[in-house]
């Protein structure tokens, strides 16, 4: 009888050198296409008075406020007393309008020594919430271009949060024509 001898065979290595060299050029290029997530915090404060203020607010208040409807952006100074209105495009809010205004009346406060930093934002039910950002981003900061970089220069930082009132010049207008009573 014959034996069958099996062939002397070695275990062959495994060569990952290739597997090793592709996930070294994989990993960081991985990496660095990964979209990281951003949370951004939007602070609201209430303007802190000082006593010399306090005394001139009692008797006139300067409050600056932004009136958002569905229709139309108002920008009231002092509180009540209409400065400009932005009405809404087939785009939607005209923020870019608002901004550069905002931006034209912080340089005016600033030649006649007004430090205003506070905005109210008076708000109608129906503002949707991505509304509401775009108006504290836009009255909060725009966008400069100092010493060849882009930066975010200051506007009106410090954003309070109101109702805005039920009843406008042009609804209580509006409903006198139809003959509703307010």
Known sequence: ??????????????????????????????????????????????????????A????????LELVITPNRLALNYPA????????????GYDFAALSVYLQDLKLTFQQQGIEKNDIVLLLDPAIDYQTIVSAMDTVRSFKAVVAANLVDAELFPMISLGDAPASTPEAQAAGQVIGVKQ
């Open 56 to 63: 001139q607010d009692e008797q006139e208040p300067k409050i």
């Open 1 to 54: 009888m014959r034996r069958h001898r099996r062939p002397n065979t070695q275990d062959a290595e495994l060569d990952i050198t290739s597997f090793m060299n592709l996930m070294i050029v994989l990993v960081p290029v991985l990496l660095l296409s990964l979209v990281f997530s951003q949370v951004r915090i939007l602070n609201l404060q209430l303007p802190v008075l000082s006593e010399a203020e306090q």
């Open 80 to 91: 009540g007393m209409s400065l400009k209105h932005f009405d809404v495009t087939d785009t």
